[in-house]
């Protein structure tokens, strides 16, 4: 990479995957950039970095002699609008050292970046909220928004500001509420199809890429609790899903991704839920997170996370309060038309 790219004596360099030094330098930098609440663990980097099925991601280093001083990373998506819009790329993560902050380097990275995007033809690019992220957005508690305005980001039209909520299992209300026309169960193995198929009905964007790309990593079906209805003249059928997670024996992504360190160990975190359009309004939500969370508590359970939602009076009612909020922004590309 052209040594003018950065500021001198610095250098840029295409990050690599496949190189250790590589993934511990971004785990370093991110973590003297954000601090202790927010650190990453250098398997939360290398997970972070192997690109999800059908995307493309880039990445550069720069390096202030032999110490890492900051990088970028940034994906796309281009051929599964039903998951998220071709025309719309992610900077991934943006760090820089605070030693070698307001020196031009964390803009030259990000402009690096974009660049990229618009090569993979995406005519706007946002902060955060990939399809392995680091975060939904911008944490707010970093304060760094001003930067980022400053080169034409500027915050969503609508649910500009997502929420990371929790509660401490403890303290968790024992018993789940009975309702007729169906049952609560943990998904077995054998119930793939069903709820590949109820995803593909009622959320064929985003939940059903992460589930198959849970799968095609062999997650465990066990993650998933389960809504089955009965209705008379068909099979039992799935009618909503929660997904939970804790340190399990074959998990597939790191639980370092909630940034849970504030609260106490053992630390799950609950998530995506969602009900069929035919069986909501009729309290089957509220069983499926009363019997998700009962799980949680039986494996021991203490600190969980309800990750980027804006649904904080619902989850209030199970006891949960905010944890961290993130400014979701973003930027119309130069060079590319709306």
Not at 155 to 183: I, K, T, Y
């Amino acid at each position: 990479m052209p040594h003018g790219l950065v500021p001198a004596p610095m250098l840029l360099q295409l990050f690599d995957p496949h190189q250790p030094t590589h993934i511990e330098a971004v785990a370093a930098v991110w973590n003297r950039a954000c601090g202790d609440d927010l650190a990453i663990t250098p398997a939360f980097a290398a997970f972070n970095t192997r690109p999800a099925t059908g995307s493309v991601q880039a990445g550069w280093l720069a390096w202030d002699g032999d110490a890492a001083a900051g990088f970028v990373l940034a994906s796309a998506l281009p051929s599964d609008p039903a998951t998220s819009p071709p025309e719309i790329g992610w900077i991934d993560a943006l760090a820089v050292t605070p030693a070698c902050q307001r020196r031009g380097l964390g803009a030259a990275l990000l402009a690096q970046a974009e660049a990229w995007l618009v090569g993979q033809g995406c005519r706007a690019a946002r902060l955060g909220g990939s399809l392995r992220p680091f975060a939904p957005g911008l944490p707010l508690e970093l304060s760094s928004e001003p930067f980022f305005q400053q080169r034409g980001y500027r915050p969503r039209a609508s649910d500009a500001v997502v929420w990371d909520v929790a509660a401490d299992l403890a303290d968790l209300a024992a018993g789940v509420e009975a309702l007729a026309g169906g049952w609560l169960a943990a998904a077995r193995e054998r119930d793939d199809p069903a709820l590949l198929a109820f995803l593909q009905r009622e959320f064929p964007g985003r939940w059903r890429f992460e589930f198959e790309e849970f799968r095609r990593a062999g997650g465990q079906m066990s993650e998933y609790s389960l809504l089955w209805r009965r209705e008379a003249g068909r099979a039992p059928f799935v009618a909503g899903f929660c997904r939970i997670r804790r340190r399990w024996r074959r998990g597939v992504d790191p639980l370092e991704r909630y940034y849970m360190h504030r609260l106490p160990a053992p630390w799950g975190q609950l998530g995506p839920v969602g009900v069929g359009r035919a069986s909501q309004g009729q309290g089957w939500g509220r069983g499926l997170m009363e019997f998700s969370l009962a799980r949680l508590a039986a494996y021991g359970v203490r600190g969980c996370v309800i990750d980027w939602t804006t649904l904080l009076d619902f989850y209030a009612q199970f006891g949960f309060r905010p944890l961290r909020g993130y400014r979701v922004l973003v930027k119309e590309l130069p060079g590319t038309t709306p």
